[in-house]
């Protein structure tokens, strides 16, 4: 199977005046067309920055990038935003809607930026809500929906212009555990019905194990899999976010 | 494209109606302040073009030295009917006609009173060129006559102005300098109290109640030329003749020969500076409404730091990410334009209402020309871009990452 993303030796470094932090430590990462892949690990571990990079909102200060063969890394913003327009969808912790707008003015604006007629914004706009279930509020803004609602108008927005990668950054994170696992569902059911390629950030290993395969990240590198004491950071992580939620 | 980013511009400022409101007082007070001062301008300037239509552009008028403008002022020598027989002698003019005038306390009634001109012209075949240039017509009752002694014409506002507590009508009496006059006529409306408070009088009772006055003597002189004749030309001639006639060299005349729209011109001139003063401080806070616009458009793209983030992760390019800012600071303007072209219509209109009612004048007239109101409102949707500029631009260059971990 083909490459859709690969990661090649990226280093990312963020100059904190006399300190500078590395965030990604030559970073080496596959992604194949139609995997849905988890990448984990604790706080701190660079996944973030791994996904600013794989979803060309940042560029790497070494190594390369390659989106459909196509090098990434020395692009200039315009040709970023173009890339990010079309070919990915993103799908965030905090669902990320703009609150002034309706859900179905939230799913168009991508479209908006691809310069596509108005009735063709509005038809996929309301496929798209149509296929998460949200037929029925598309005149709704964010406010008067719930969390599961806004994260799967969230990801009506991703699905819009049809990318050839969803990137899910947390998307259960502000979910209680029930919403969250059904947000989950849906982007398993997207990958196996559509085989959309998938990657999805997350520290929880159960969510992560929702994914056909799973890179482990420590210290900004993918390591074979986390050792126990990273795996006891993380649960511990999580319970204290447990805690704070409740 | 375009009509989104317009119809997003609309929604965020509906969403911050008072802070859009308050930034648009900024603009739409100096746009009113422009609106309003060149609508009148303009009206004035419509006036003065009909009366220089209705004068004509035939007729040149011979002034003492220094007088244009200071009615009463006879210091230099005055000019004289010799100077009247000079210029009717003078090739390429038709006619030519004289007046003089006195400024006097005209009473009647108990107790009323006025401080009135009294004119007086000779009652010859040249009189309509002085009623042309004076634009008198008679309303009530009939024009003066050579035969008629103590009798008068009298202007519109003693048939009609408030503040006399009686008002008159032909067949009534006044008395100027002690002698009573009967009213034979009352003129039409000219415009303004001068005019519609003067009397006239035959020269045959003009001097016996201002028997100091020297019979040559003569207030000022109108010619008129004839068909064909570029009245400039003429003016020359004039100058030269009476050069000679009152003996005094070129350069030092203690005359004045202008045309119509000599003198049309060089009040407009004076006018066109007082104009642009106004309109320059009436710019000064135009500049302040724009640099409110500004600080709006900061603080919205700080607010909206997170959206700028968002709408450039699903793909908005720092140009769509400027687009956006810039029209929305541009209608930012533009609404504060139509506000104040409203406001300004509306001011120059009141002013207008003002002056005709309570002033009596014809001078304050609002015209508001389609060129005004695209002006202004072509104007305020500029200067809100303009000023948006800055603010959109750091919109536009932020970094997504950042932008997107704000909250």
């Known amino acids: 199977m083909k490459n859709i993303i690969e990661l090649k030796d990226v280093w990312k470094t963020y100059d904190m005046g006399e300190m500078k932090v590395h965030a990604l430590r030559g970073l080496n990462l596959e992604v194949k067309k139609g995997e849905f892949l988890a990448i984990m690990g604790p706080s701190g571990s660079g996944k973030s920055t791994a996904m600013n990079m794989v979803g060309c909102l940042d560029v790497p200060t070494t190594g390369h990038i390659f989106l459909d063969g196509k090098d990434i890394s020395e692009m200039g913003e315009s040709e970023l935003a173009q890339i990010r327009g079309k070919k990915i969808g993103f799908i965030f912790q905090k669902f990320n809607l703009l609150t002034s707008m309706t859900a179905k003015e939230n799913v168009m604006l991508p479209l908006t930026f691809q310069n596509l007629s108005r009735s063709e914004r509005e038809e996929l706009a309301e496929q798209a809500l149509k296929m998460v279930e949200l037929g029925d509020r598309m005149y709704h803004t964010p406010n008067e929906l719930s969390g599961g609602q806004q994260q799967r108008v969230a990801i009506a927005r991703a699905l819009a212009n049809t990318p050839d990668v969803i990137l899910a950054d947390e998307p259960t994170g502000a979910l209680d555990s029930k919403t969250g696992s059904s947000v989950l569902d849906f982007l398993r059911e997207l990958h196996e019905t559509r085989g959309t390629t998938i990657v999805m950030v997350t520290h929880d290993e159960k969510v992560a194990h929702k994914a056909d395969r799973i890179a482990y990240l420590k210290d900004g590198m993918v390591v074979n899999s986390l050792d126990e004491d990273t795996t006891k950071k993380i649960e511990i992580q999580n319970k204290e976010m447990q805690k704070n939620e409740a | 494209m375009i009509k989104d980013y317009i119809k997003m511009a609309f929604e965020n400022l509906r969403h911050r109606k008072v802070r859009t409101f308050l930034t648009l007082i900024g603009i739409f007070v100096g746009i009113a302040a422009v609106v309003a001062l060149v609508s009148l301008a303009q009206g004035f300037q419509n006036y003065l073009d009909a009366e220089f239509k209705e004068l004509g552009a035939d007729k040149i008028i011979i002034n003492p030295a220094g007088s244009s403008f200071g009615l009463n002022d006879r210091t230099p020598d005055p000019l004289t009917k010799d100077d009247v027989a000079t210029i009717s002698a003078v090739k390429g003019v038709k006619e030519v006609s004289s007046y003089s005038f006195q400024v006097s306390t005209v009473k009647w009634g108990r107790d009323d009173q006025t401080f009135a001109t009294i004119i007086t012209y000779p009652l010859d075949e040249n009189r309509n060129l002085l009623e042309e240039i004076t634009t008198a017509t008679i309303l009530q009752g009939r024009k003066l006559k050579n035969t008629d002694g103590f009798k008068a014409v009298v202007g519109y506002d003693y048939l009609t102005a408030n503040r006399f507590s009686e008002n008159l009508i032909t067949g009534k009496k006044i008395t ?28 045959n009772a003009y001097f016996d109640i201002y028997p100091d006055e020297d019979k040559n003597d003569v207030g000022a002189i109108f010619a008129r030329v004839h068909e064909g004749e570029a009245p400039a030309d003429i003016v020359k001639k004039i100058e030269k003749d009476l050069r000679k006639q009152r003996d005094v060299k070129e350069g030092e005349e203690d005359f004045e020969v202008t045309t119509f729209e000599d003198l049309i011109q060089s009040f407009l001139n004076i006018f066109n500076i007082v104009q642009v003063v106004l309109i320059g401080i009436a710019g000064i806070s135009l500049v302040v409404g724009g640099i409110g616009i500004m600080n709006t458009m900061y603080t919205a793209v700080l607010e ?17 990410v400027l687009l956006i800012f810039v029209i929305e600071s541009g209608f930012l303007g533009l609404m504060g334009g139509v506000l104040g072209v409203l406001i300004g219509a509306g001011l120059a209109k009141a002013v207008e209402y003002l002056g005709t009612n309570a002033f009596g004048t014809e001078l304050l007239k609002a015209a508001l020309p389609w060129w005004l109101i695209a002006g202004a409102l072509g104007f305020a949707f500029l200067l809100g871009s303009l000023f948006g500029t800055l603010p959109a631009r750091r919109a536009s260059k932020m970094n997504p990452v950042d932008a997107l971990r704000t909250e």
Not at chain 2, 176 to 203: A, C, H, L, P, Y
């Open chain 2, 176 to 203: 100027i300098e002690g002698k009573e006059f009967e009213i034979v006529g009352i003129n039409d409306k000219i415009g303004s109290q001068q005019d519609d408070e003067s009397v006239f009088i035959t020269e």
């Open chain 2, 304 to 320: 909206r730091t997170k959206d700028i983030g968002i709408m450039k992760a699903i793909g908005a390019k720092n140009s769509d």
